[in-house]
T-cell receptor, first 111, second 113 residues
Framework: GQQVMQIPQYQHVQEGEDFTTYCNSSTTLSNIQWYKQRPGGHPVFLIQ?????EVKKQKRLTFQFGEAKKNSSLHITATQTTDVGTYFCAGPQGGSEKLVFGKGTKLTVNP | GAGVSQTPSNKVTEKGKYVELRCDPI?????LYWYRQSLGQGPEFLIY????????DSGLPNDRFFAVRPEGSVSTLKIQRTERGDSAVYLC???????????FGPGTRLTVL
């Protein structure tokens, strides 16, 4: 079945440094969604990308969907301690609305 | 308005027992999803409903798991003859329609002793 891989699994940065997480799907995706889960919390929707090559920004966060619609990235500029958490990408499997999540990238920020 | 709510927040049971986990979606959301999340993993899809019907239950691990949504709102995930391997956080999510952003509840942490 479809697999969604994320790298790195863990990332530790100093506050103020940039951070990037990468997501790769084994199949072409109709769209990709990103979620953030704070420690002890539940996933919270960040964004959905639909178009090939799409780039969206939310303040210090930049999301990109690859031209082939098989990969995506999330870049955070000048990390803050509030950015701590696990970032998941997820894509629908086949023609279904069944979302397949990656294992996530756990970000820790040293103040 | 209120978000997705799940009850109980924690459930400890013994191996072999039956459990029911409840999800109250956001009012007006037609789609409802169940996931299971183990430590260090992403949410694993179990089943989703569009209205009252289970549109895709391919993620249910075996026939001990069953879910219903009889009136198109509240959903219950039922697990029979629980096993230790069923221990996880069970997450429910709802969305206005299929294919749009999902709002997750706080989850039910199930521990099978």
């Amino acid at each position: 079945g479809q697999q969604v891989m994320q790298i790195p699994q863990y990332q530790h940065v100093q506050e103020g440094e940039d951070f990037t997480t990468y997501c790769n799907s084994s199949t072409t995706l109709s769209n990709i969604q990103w979620y953030k889960q704070r420690p002890g919390g539940h996933p919270v929707f960040l964004i959905q990308l639909v178009k090939s090559g799409e780039v969206k920004k939310q303040k210090r966060l930049t999301f990109q969907f690859g031209e082939a619609k098989k990969n995506s990235s999330l870049h955070i500029t000048a990390t803050q301690t509030t950015d701590v958490g696990t970032y998941f990408c997820a894509g629908p499997q086949g023609g279904s609305e069944k979302l397949v999540f990656g294992k996530g990238t756990k970000l820790t920020v040293n103040p | 308005g209120a978000g997705v709510s799940q009850t109980p927040s924690n459930k400890v049971t013994e191996k072999g027992k039956y459990v029911e986990l409840r999800c109250d979606p956001i009012s007006g959301h037609t789609a409802l999803y169940w996931y299971r999340q183990s430590l260090g993993q992403g949410p694993e899809f179990l089943i989703y409903f569009q209205g009252t019907g289970a549109a895709d239950d391919s993620g249910l691990p075996n026939d001990r798991f069953f879910a219903v949504r009889p009136e198109g709102s509240v959903s219950t995930l039922k697990i029979q003859r629980t096993e230790r391997g069923d221990s996880a956080v069970y997450l429910c999510a709802s969305s206005l329609n299929l294919g749009v952003k999902q709002f997750f509840g706080p989850g039910t942490r199930l521990t099978v002793l």
